[in-house]
């Protein structure tokens, strides 16, 4: 009986030990879980811009340098004409829209001209610049809207032209800048969108966002010519894809992973 005993406890043993064998097993095999290797994201934050004044001027000095005369490339006669060809330049080159504006503005001499126009008509004389359709709109519109509230003139104050049908922030710092010299904000195109964020001047891709970056580093006084400068920089230059960085003089203050060398 005793010996009966003993030999079931061993076979017992035996099997409980393989049972729970593997289970130790597979304790020992878990390593450790290695850090990832991935390298955090560059913090995209106000803190790291670059825009210390001095930066600022060093920017602005190379810009007077390279474009001292950099004027807007839109052709008009008068603030009228100019808000006119700042409506059609949405979304369309400067070239295009002097193309069209050559023979529109002989066609339609007046804001009153415009007022009186044929939708149908008017349509297809833009209708090279695109979005031809909301252009005539606005185009007709903001020849109403002037003819109706401003006496027929283009107003000077920011707060009445975006009153106009078809003038939002840009548009009206591109008349008011250009056709007045007034400093009212900075324009705001895809070309001072794109080089104010590879020259580390704003982390913003909303254009409102960027003006106000712009805004606070800037002096107001250079807020019309910067922008100017900017957009000459960006068509001949600091192109969207392949910037010619080895032709440009902002090469050594500007650390965007776009450059080319
Ligand atoms: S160095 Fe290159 S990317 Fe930088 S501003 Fe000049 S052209 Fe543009």
């Known amino acids: 009986m005793g010996r009966r ?41 106000s803190a790291s811009l670059k825009t210390d004044p001095k930066r600022v001027a060093a920017i602005l000095e190379k810009l007077d340098q390279a474009y001292p005369n950099a004027i807007c490339e839109l052709n008009h006669k008068n603030a009228f004409q100019l808000l006119i060809a700042t409506i059609l330049s949405a979304q369309c080159t400067d070239v295009r829209v002097n193309q069209v504006t050559a023979t529109l503005f002989k066609k339609y001499p007046t804001p009153q001209a415009f007022a009186r126009a044929n939708p149908s008509e008017l349509e297809q004389d833009i209708r090279p610049t695109g979005f031809f359709r909301n252009k005539t709109k606005s185009v007709i519109g903001a020849s109403k809207a002037i003819l109706e509230r401003f006496g027929g003139n283009v107003p000077r104050t920011m707060d009445e032209m975006l009153t106009i049908p078809g003038a939002a922030r840009k548009t009206s710092n591109v008349v008011l800048g250009t056709a007045y010299g007034i400093a009212s904000g900075v324009v705001v195109d895809t070309h001072v969108q794109r080089l104010s964020n590879r020259l580390e001047l704003t982390r913003n891709e909303d254009p409102k966002k960027i003006e106000q970056d712009l805004m606070k580093i800037l002096p107001q006084d250079r807020w019309i010519s910067f922008s100017n400068q900017l957009m000459w920089h960006g068509r001949r230059v600091c192109h969207a894809r392949n910037p010619k960085c080895l032709d440009c003089n902002m090469e050594l203050l500007c650390n965007s992973e776009d450059k080319t060398i």
């Open 5 to 45: 005993f003993a030999a079931c406890w061993r076979f017992w043993l035996t099997c409980y030990s393989f049972a729970i064998m593997p289970a130790k097993k597979k304790l020992k095999k878990q390593k450790p879980k290695k850090a990832s290797s991935k390298k955090p994201a560059p913090k995209k934050d």
